[in-house]
């Protein structure tokens, strides 16, 4: 069983970059495929990333990509979101989520960190 922690978060302005960090333990890191969730207020969990065990398949939602990133190091066992170019919509609960299979982009994900609250303002 895995232990998943996230950190990272803060209060940040609009435009600006903040890096999640996700540490894993418990478990051999490299035998999870992992992913990013959101959760903003009053609205459901959704999907931001997913990176498969060793990297080499990644998955990213429509409504962020091409300003946040995924990655892994399965050395430090740390997930990472880099997130770029930051709205005020993106302010939400930040979940690291680990999978034993292969990645998904739905929310059938094993185990769950605690969450890390990210706010973007104007």
């Known amino acids: 069983q895995v232990q998943l922690v996230e950190s990272g978060g803060g209060l940040v302005q609009a435009g600006d970059s903040l890096r999640l960090s996700c540490a894993a333990s418990?478990?051999?890191?490299?035998?999870?495929?992992m992913g990013w969730f959101r959760q903003a207020p009053g609205k459901e969990r959704t999907f931001v990333a997913a990176i498969s065990k060793y990297g080499g398949d990644i998955r990213i939602a429509a409504s962020v990509k091409g300003r946040f990133t995924i990655s892994r190091d399965n050395v430090k066992n740390i997930l990472y979101l880099q997130m770029n170019s930051l709205k005020l919509e993106d302010t939400a609960v930040y979940y690291c989520?680990?999978?034993?299979?292969?990645?998904?982009?739905?929310?059938?994900?094993?185990?769950w960190g605690q969450g890390t609250q990210v706010t973007v303002s104007s």
């Open positions: 418990g478990s051999t890191f490299s035998r999870y495929a």
């Open positions: 989520a680990a999978r034993r299979s292969v990645l998904v982009t739905t929310d059938s994900y094993e185990y």
